[in-house]
Each structure stands twice: as structure tokens, then as C-alpha cells.
């Protein structure tokens, strides 16, 4: 039987793994059909690289789940996506999938897989379908990573779903899983939390990252970081606010010397909500206006919180060369106690430096 189509293209962020595995799967499915499959990683790269195919083409994309919602790098680059003619879509989000005893657990996409499904709309693209794949979670700076046995039983399964889910489409099926729409009402009622990690949570989680004494300055992380947010000062990596806590530094670094700190999320919490500076700056601009600084209340708010987030990070970053400081905060970081996560087959060299995969054709 002649294939409905003839090339299958995905785009796809990564920071674990478990997106890159699927992606694995798919590619290697469609290429088994004879398709010209080809996976292309959006790391470091800020416009999408569209190549000249012959024949009809299925795009996917395929990221992990950040806050109930998409990481904001995914979505700019959903957002630059041209329509691309004679082709289809997909939306494919890895999520926090978990296993009690013998049941299987899923995650909850929120608004990832909505938002792009919105705007691929828009852009005038038929989407083909949606799958939430529950893959092992990764957010270690929340809980220690799994057992090796339940992440490879998780991955069993998922290979499963995933062939059934590509071999569907490339056959010209629509392919919506019944609980994207199972969980819809949940996901929708998510916003207000998926809007507040946008804003507040994605730069908080960001700063909690330092490296401990045990960093050689290598620069692995640097280099492999896929949205460039870790800058080398010296001979200690500073994270900067793009960072999209997806995990890959913490998991690939050969030192083991990336902690997220529990102690610099207290201590930048306790300030932001603690110091009453914005509320006098706020006093002092409302005895003089008031309808134009209401407007902007709300976003002058924001701002004051987010630096205050970095000027707390820079100054214990300042403080983390005294040995006893790098110690109390490389001591009080949960993740240095509990099992981290990488997805299984994974490792530091399937990350480009450079963004130099082109797709071929
Ligand atoms: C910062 C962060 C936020 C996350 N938020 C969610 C979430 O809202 N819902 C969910 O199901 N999983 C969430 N996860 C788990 C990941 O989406 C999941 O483990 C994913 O499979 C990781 O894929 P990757 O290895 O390709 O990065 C989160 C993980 C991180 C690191
Ligand atoms: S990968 Fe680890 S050892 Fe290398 S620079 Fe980064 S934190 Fe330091
Ligand atoms: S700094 Fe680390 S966690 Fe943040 S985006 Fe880069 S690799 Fe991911």
C-alpha cells in the first residue's frame, strides 16, 4: 500500500529525553514504512529551517509539559512556524506519567498542547492529532527521579503507544487520544496556575540552579544547554532568566556538581514577598496619579519581582566562592540526596552544540 505521506518531519525540544525518545520511535517507525523520517532538534535555533520536500508531509512537534502548559521556547518557535504547503500537523507533549504498585499514572498537559493547537489553527494547518505520551517526570528539583525498573516499564509501554499513535497517522487516520478530550475540563481550569508559572514560576525555578565546588568549569553545560541560558563568569556557571528549567544541565553535568537549591528558593521568596520596597515606591506614586499607574500596577509589580529574583541569585552567586557558603547551599539542596533522571539510551552528546542538524531530503 502506497504511504498517504512521503516524508515526516518533528521538530522537537528535549530536556531529559523522554521527547527525544519518542521522537526516536516515530522516526524510526515511519522510516521502517520507507518514509524519509527525519527528527530535527530546535536547540539553539530561533527561526524554523524549512527544507524543499517532495510530496506530502507530515510535521510534528513534540516537547515536554512545563507548568501545565508549553515551554515558552517551544511556543515562539510554534509561533515563527511558516504553513508549510502540501502538509499536515501533530502535537505530541511528553508529561509526568508515574506508576503506583501496578497501575500507570498520567500527567496533566494543561494548556500545552492547546496553545499550539490554536495557533497551528489559525495558521491554517488540518491537525492530524494529539497525544500526551506520560513518560517518567524529570522535575527533580519537586521529587527525586524514579526506579530504573519503573522508568523502563514506563518506556515499554510508551513505545507501544507511540508505534500505534505514528503508524495511525502515516496511514492517513486522524489520531485524537480520547483523554486529551477526557481531561479538557481540567486542563481549561489549569490556566490561572499555567499563567502564574508562566509569570512567576518559570524564573524562580530558573534561579535555583548553582553549581557546588565540584564544577571543573568544563563548560559541558554551557555548550548543551538548547535555549543558551547558562553564562560562564569565571570559572562558575551563572543561570540567567531564559533558562526553562527543562533539566538537561542537572542531568548530563559529569561532576554531578548542578543542584537546583532549596535554600536560594527560600531565601528569594522570603524577600520578594517580604520587602516592602515596591509597596512604598507604590504609596509615593499614588499620592501623585492614579489611573495610568493603576494600569501599570500590575506589571510594575511583576517586574520589581522578577529582578528582585535575579538580584538575590547574583549576590549568593557572588557569595557561593567561600567554600562554607557553597557548602550550607550545596547541603541544603534536596537534589543532592535524591536520585536524578535522565531517560535511558540519552546522553550528553545527543545534544548539539550548535544548532547543525538540518533536516535531510
Ligand atoms: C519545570 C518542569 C515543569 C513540569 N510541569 C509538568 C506539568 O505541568 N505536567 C506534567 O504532566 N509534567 C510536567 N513536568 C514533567 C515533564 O513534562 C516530563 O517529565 C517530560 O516527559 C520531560 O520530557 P523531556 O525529558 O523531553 O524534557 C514538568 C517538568 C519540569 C522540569
Ligand atoms: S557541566 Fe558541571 S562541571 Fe562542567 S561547567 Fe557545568 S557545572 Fe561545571
Ligand atoms: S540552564 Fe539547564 S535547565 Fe535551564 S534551559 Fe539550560 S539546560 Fe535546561
Redesign the pocket.
Known amino acids: 500500500m502506497e504511504n498517504a505521506f512521503q516524508n515526516l518531519l518533528i521538530y522537537y525540544l528535549s ?1 531529559t529525553g523522554n521527547a527525544l525518545t519518542a521522537c526516536r520511535w516515530m522516526v524510526e517507525d515511519a522510516a521502517a514504512k520507507g518514509i524519509n523520517a527525519q527528527m530535527v532538534p530546535i536547540d539553539r535555533t530561533k527561526y524554523p529551517e524549512i527544507p524543499a520536500l517532495k510530496g506530502k508531509t507530515l510535521i510534528g512537534f513534540c516537547f515536554p509539559t512545563h507548568g501545565f502548559g508549553i515551554p515558552w521556547y517551544m511556543l515562539k518557535f510554534i509561533w515563527r512556524f511558516p504553513k508549510v504547503k502540501n502538509s499536515k500537523v501533530f502535537i505530541s507533549n511528553t508529561r509526568a506519567g508515574s506508576k503506583l504498585s501496578k497501575v500507570f499514572l498520567p500527567g496533566i498537559s494543561g494548556w500545552a498542547q492547546w496553545i499550539p493547537f490554536l495557533i497551528l489553527l489559525l495558521k491554517g494547518y488540518g491537525i492530524r492529532g494529539l497525544l500526551p505520551i506520560d513518560m517518567p517526570s524529570n522535575w527533580i528539583s519537586v521529587h527525586p527521579g524514579y526506579k530504573a525498573k519503573v522508568v523502563d516499564s514506563m518506556f515499554k509501554r510508551n513505545h507501544l503507544i507511540v508505534s500505534d499513535f505514528i503508524s495511525k497517522l502515516l496511514n492517513n487516520k486522524r489520531q485524537y487520544n480520547y483523554m486529551v478530550f477526557a481531561a479538557l475540563p481540567l486542563d481549561l481550569a489549569l490556566a490561572p496556575i499555567m499563567i502564574g508559572y508562566q509569570m512567576y514560576g518559570r524564573f524562580l525555578f ?1 534561579k535555583m ?1 548553582i553549581a557546588t565546588d565540584k564544577c571543573n568549569a568544563c563548560g559541558l ?1 554551557v555548550d ?7 553564562r560562564m563568569y569565571g570559572s562558575k556557571p551563572y ?1 540567567t532568566l ?9 542531568s548530563i553535568c559529569p561532576e554531578k556538581a ?1 543542584q537546583t537549591s532549596h535554600l536560594m528558593a527560600t531565601l528569594i521568596i522570603i524577600v520578594s514577598t517580604m520587602l516592602p520596597v515596591y509597596f512604598l515606591i507604590f504609596d509615593l506614586f499614588g499620592k501623585f496619579s492614579s489611573n495610568i499607574f493603576n494600569t501599570l500596577d500590575f506589571f510594575l509589580e511583576w517586574g520589581y519581582k522578577i529582578l528582585l529574583y535575579s538580584m538575590v541569585y547574583f549576590l549568593v552567586y557572588l557569595f557561593l566562592k567561600f567554600k562554607p557558603i557553597s557548602y550550607l547551599f550545596e547541603y541544603t539542596s534536596l537534589t543532592r540526596y535524591w536520585r536524578g533522571y535522565r531517560a535511558p539510551g540519552v546522553s550528553a552528546k545527543d545534544y548539539y552544540k550548535e544548532q547543525n542538524k538540518k533536516p535531510k531530503v
Open positions: 530536556g530558573a540552579f553545560c548543551k544547554c538548547p535555549v543558551k541560558a547558562i543561570w531564559n533558562c526553562e528549567s527543562c533539566m538537561r544541565c542537572i548542578v
